[in-house]
């Protein structure tokens, strides 16, 4: 029992380490391997014309599938200053063989950077600080249409402040202040803006529940936003095993399983004496229970989610990022299909808790496949993931793989092309990296490649512009 406990920690510790470790990047990216690294590209972006987005190519059986790249808020929020910069970027993107964008919209400090009538407007993020004249959102959605490209808008969903700096909603709004995590630790209950990696909330609350589904609906009922093609959940997660321990959450965990918990929390798990670190844990008699009951709250928030984007736009598309080593029951992320019923043989899961699975209300997954190996079938390699991630989802969404580029030696071409030709989509994490280490020209080649394999060239079909 202890050795998986610390496998469970491990593979939380795996997580921090190799996925998106925290929502809110800094703008400068140190070079983590500088071999092989192009000279700065200065090569000339030629304008773009904008595509007819009903167009297919005589001949043609299936378009374009989206290849996208992600623009993180706070690790762009300087690049993206300005109008021209923007444009620039965008025009340079679709010449590279990009046809969509991911754009971070609601970044960790929990401030809007679309027009909110309850969220603040995010004017300084990661020390830097900008009072722009123009929708941010609006700007960047309106260019991308005219390049002819899909626009996704993502949001950090859970997370509310900057812990570094004690700012943002959680720390200055008392609605966030009031459904903050509070977590089990060596030292006791504590509130996560106490000793936690964030500043997150509480995803059993309907407080924050409420929260997600006004932000989507606002957005997506704006007329402003008509053209938007999606949303993506990002961080929709409890942020590790060791949250919520609240009031709340306990009333709704014992209303779950139907009975009192005698000894919280130590009937979920406790601390041996001398145990100092968070992760060292021993189980108790309802830790089982309560990791379903966690993936069971997050499967439900995705689930409101869905029908709030439906209500208002029923063609937009709801996806979710999350990491691809699977499963995930220390931040209760369930992404498999329902019927994925093989994932109830791990020690730590009852014999319902493939139930708690919610491929089936995303129209695609974003699998977060942010390996340093492409090819082959170990675990640590993207092939290895695309492949074993269809089993999971079952058919009962669309994939799409996704990799970072953090690195100047990583294979961007075969990755892009692998993505491409075997699932529904690629995303590829992030824009910052992307520039820090020129990857644009090992993109497009791979994208060429993967439209020579797969006989496509049409147009993606994205929503166009409504008529003024």
Not at 213 to 236: H, Q, V
Not at 246 to 253: E, G, I, M, N, V
């Amino acid at each position: 029992m202890k050795k998986s406990v610390f496998a469970l920690a491990a593979a939380a510790a795996l997580v921090f380490a190799c996925g998106k470790p925290d929502p809110t990047p800094k703008p400068t990216i140190c070079p983590v391997d500088t071999t092989g690294v192009e000279p700065s590209d200065t090569t000339d972006v030629v304008d773009t014309t904008a595509v007819d987005p009903n167009y297919i190519a005589p001949g043609d059986t299936v378009r374009e599938k989206p290849l996208v790249m992600w623009i993180d808020a706070t690790a762009n929020f300087k690049l993206f200053e300005k109008k021209k910069d923007i444009y620039a970027i965008l025009k340079k993107a679709r010449e590279y063989g990009f046809n969509g964008i991911v754009v971070g919209v609601k970044p960790g400090n929990g401030r809007a950077l679309y027009e909110s009538e309850f969220l603040e407007p995010c004017v300084t993020l990661g020390g830097v600080t900008i009072e722009r004249d123009y929708d941010y959102l609006e700007y960047i959605l309106t260019k991308a249409k005219e390049l002819g490209m899909r626009v996704e808008a993502s949001a950090s969903v859970m997370v509310m402040g900057d812990k570094n700096t004690r700012t943002g909603a959680l720390y200055e709004d008392d609605y966030f202040k009031d459904i903050e995590c509070v977590e089990w630790l060596p030292s006791g209950l504590k509130k996560i803006s106490e000793e936690g990696q964030f500043g997150a909330i509480n995803p059993s609350h309907p407080k924050t529940v409420e929260y997600v589904k006004r932000m989507i609906t606002e957005m997506f009922s704006n007329p402003k936003y008509a053209a938007l093609d999606g949303f993506c959940l990002d961080y929709c997660r409890y942020m590790d095993a060791n949250s919520d321990f609240s009031d709340y959450s306990r009333a709704q965990f014992e209303e779950y399983i139907g009975q009192k918990v005698e000894n919280w929390p130590s009937d979920i798990y406790y601390y041996k004496e001398g145990v100092t670190a968070r992760s060292q844990y021993t189980p108790g008699p309802l830790y089982n229970q309560w990791i379903e009951w966690r993936a069971k709250v997050i499967h439900d928030v995705v689930a409101e989610c869905r029908a709030a984007l439906k209500a208002v736009r029923p063609d937009a598309d709801l996806s979710v990022w999350a990491a691809a080593w699977y499963p995930l029951p220390h931040t209760g992320q369930n992404w498999g299909s329902p019927n994925y019923t093989y994932v109830d043989n791990n020690w730590w899961a009852t014999k319902n808790y493939h139930t708690t699975g919610y491929a089936d209300q995303l129209d695609y997954f974003q699998l977060g496949a942010y390996y340093n190996k492409v090819m082959g079938f170990d675990p640590d390699c993207i092939q290895y993931s695309l492949s074993m991630s269809r089993q999971i989802l079952k058919g009962d969404c669309d994939m799409w793989g996704t990799f970072s580029v953090a690195s100047a030696t990583f294979d961007v071409e075969a990755a892009t092309k692998l993505c491409l030709v075997q699932t529904e989509g690629c995303m590829v994490f992030d824009l910052v990296h992307i520039g820090n280490f020129n990857h644009w020209r090992r993109i497009k080649a791979g994208a060429d490649a993967a439209w020579k394999e797969l006989g496509v060239n049409s147009p993606l079909l994205s929503t166009p512009m409504p008529q003024q």
